[in-house]
């Protein structure tokens, strides 16, 4: 048996899914996998805060940002960031930094990002950070098209 995937969403891996009016959109798509606990969704408080606080600005309604935040509370690993272990990584956007050391210490395989100040890093202490379709192959078992 293969080792069950750990991963940490960008909160813009979350907000593309929430706005995304096409139901196979593979952030729609890695959503639905999650909570079918196909792999392993790390999240901690700053992210979840930047995650509330970006849904607001795009308009999502109140209750629906009320209960996906609860079903993150109910399903998600929950992972205890403490200021000290947040690395100064990204010197252009520091608040990446805390999503960065969420992946560090939850000890995730891959960090799913569309910000190009976190994918221009390829990878962190071993973490793979990549957009949602390459990590999508990797929850389905899929090989990239050629």
């Known amino acids: 048996m293969t080792e069950r995937l750990r991963a940490v969403f960008d909160t813009n891996v979350f907000v593309s899914a ?3 009016r096409n139901p196979t959109s593979p952030t729609q798509e890695l ?3 999650w909570q079918t606990d196909e792999f392993t969704l790390l999240i901690s408080e700053a992210i979840e805060f930047d995650l509330a606080e970006k849904l607001l600005e795009h308009n999502i309604a109140l209750d629906v940002i009320v209960d996906f935040l609860a079903l993150l509370e109910r399903l998600a690993e929950w992972v205890d960031v ?3 272990q ?3 990584v990204v010197s252009s956007d520091p608040d990446d930094d805390a999503v ?3 992946a560090v210490v939850g000890q995730a395989d891959y960090l ?3 910000d190009p100040h976190l994918e221009s890093l390829g990878e962190h202490r071993g973490i793979k950070i990549t957009k949602a379709l390459p ?3 990797a929850v389905r078992g899929d090989r990239p098209p050629e």
């Open 112 to 114: 799913v990002s569309y």
């Open 31 to 33: 959503i639905r996998r």
């Open 86 to 88: 947040v690395e100064p």
């Open 100 to 102: 960065l050391a969420c």
């Open 135 to 137: 990590f999508l192959w």
């Open 82 to 84: 403490r200021p000290e």
């Open 18 to 20: 929430f706005l995304s």
